[in-house]
């Protein structure tokens, strides 16, 4: 909406100049002095001097048949002007046009016998104002799926002469049904852009990017087993737990003994 949203802007600021340049020779003012509102163009203070839009749209024909205008056509396009490269030395600089700023939190269910990890509930917070509820909660559902599935499950699996091992679904693990949190919820606190139309500005991909590292702290805080690679697969959290806290698999199994 950013992008396209200036480029409508700046086309409906062209169509408003071309409505007032032709009432402006209608009535013969200056086109300053021509208002715009409820679908007419009216000369400031003399508002029995109107002609709508329909009357102008593709031209207008004086009482004696000659014409002025045509169709009016609205045109308008948007460039970032402002951005510029990052300074190799110091990081600084405006490489986009605009920022989202997100966080990401979850509460999951470890199983230290078989490493899977289940999320319980996931809450994204974007600081984004919103134009359609129900179409940005989904996006920032999807991105929690996505983003949760690239953490735990998705993984290219290579051999070592660089032959890709996994190219269908059968081996490259997606999330199912099943695999989504159990509750997920979208909190948007309506922070606008201050140059944008309605203070519009993505949330797009940004919804992905908060649950790998999410759902890590989770586990370190959970058991205290840091996994710094994705994904977070049942394997690679066996794994960390037997090099980081093998403790954890001796009391789960004697648990399970004394449940037995």
């Known amino acids: 909406l950013f992008s396209e949203g200036q480029s ?7 169509l408003k100049n071309q409505i007032k340049e032709v009432a402006s020779q209608i009535f013969k003012v200056h086109k300053d002095l021509i208002e715009i509102k409820d679908g007419k163009a009216c000369v400031e203070g003399e508002p029995w001097h109107c002609v709508t839009f329909a009357e102008i749209a593709l031209g207008y024909m004086f009482p004696d048949g000659t014409t002025i205008g045509g169709p009016l056509i609205g045109r308008g396009s948007y460039v970032p002007a402002a951005n510029t490269l990052l300074d190799p030395e110091t990081g600084k ?3 986009a046009p605009f920022y989202t700023f997100g966080a990401g939190a979850v509460e999951i269910e470890v199983n230290v016998l078989t490493g899977e990890i289940k999320i319980l509930k996931a809450v994204a917070v974007l600081d984004t104002p919103v134009i359609n509820p129900a179409l940005a909660e989904g996006q920032v559902y999807g991105g929690i799926v996505m983003g949760s599935n690239i953490a735990l499950r998705e993984e290219l699996k290579f051999s070592p002469d660089g032959r890709l091992l996994n190219p269908n679904f059968t081996d490259y ?3 199912r049904a099943g695999d989504t949190p159990l509750e ?5 606190l309506g ?3 201050s140059d944008a139309p309605y203070g519009a500005k993505g949330i797009g991909e940004l919804t992905m990017i908060p649950w790998p590292a999410a759902i890590a702290n989770a586990l370190a805080n959970a058991i205290g087993v ?3 690679a994705l994904p977070m697969s049942p394997e690679n959290v066996i ?6 806290r093998p403790e ?5 199994k004697e648990f399970l003994k004394v449940k037995e």
């Open 8 to 14: 409508v802007l700046r086309a409906l600021e062209d």
């Open 93 to 95: 600089g405006k490489p």
């Open 173 to 175: 693990k997606v999330a």
């Open 184 to 188: 997920m919820k979208a909190i948007f």
């Open 191 to 193: 922070v606008g852009q």
């Open 226 to 228: 840091e996994v710094k």
């Open 239 to 244: 794994k960390a737990i037997k090099e980081q």
């Open 248 to 252: 954890l698999l001796e009391k789960a």
